[in-house]
Nanobody, 114 residues
Framework: QVQFVESGGGLVQPGGSLRLSCVVS????????MAWYRQAPGKPRERVAS???????TTADSVKGRCTISRDSDKNTVYLQMNSLKPEDTAMYSC????????WGQGTQVPVSS
């Protein structure tokens, strides 16, 4: 019923920037919080940032000051602007509705390397 399609990832050098996009389709009216997650190889998935239906947002300490989450309700799209990227930011980035049982999308890979 709900699908997530991420895009915008790709190889970026340390200190570089990327803007990730997540298009959400299906029965989206009940979604109150959208979030970006990331998972590095051999590590658990962690929440990077979240944004509420009312517009308020939070970011993880690991990316605070470097990442900003936003949304465009008319386009059913959530964005993650990432600046000053570090090698430790390398991960598969995915978006999802907080606490919902729907399948995850394919994600978008962000390798941060020289």
């Amino acid at each position: 019923q709900v699908q997530f399609v991420e895009s915008g990832g790709g190889l970026v050098q340390p200190g570089g920037s990327l803007r990730l996009s997540c298009v959400v389709s299906g029965s989206t009216s009940s979604i109150h919080i959208m979030a970006w997650y990331r998972q590095a190889p051999g590590k658990p998935r962690e929440r990077v940032a979240s944004i509420r239906k009312t517009g308020g947002s939070t970011t993880a300490d690991s990316v605070k000051g470097r990442c900003t989450i936003s949304r465009d309700s008319d386009k059913n799209t959530v964005y993650l602007q990432m600046n000053s990227l570090k090698p430790e930011d390398t991960a598969m980035y995915s978006c999802h509705a907080l606490g919902r049982p729907w399948p995850w999308g394919q994600g978008t890979q962000v390798p941060v390397s020289s």
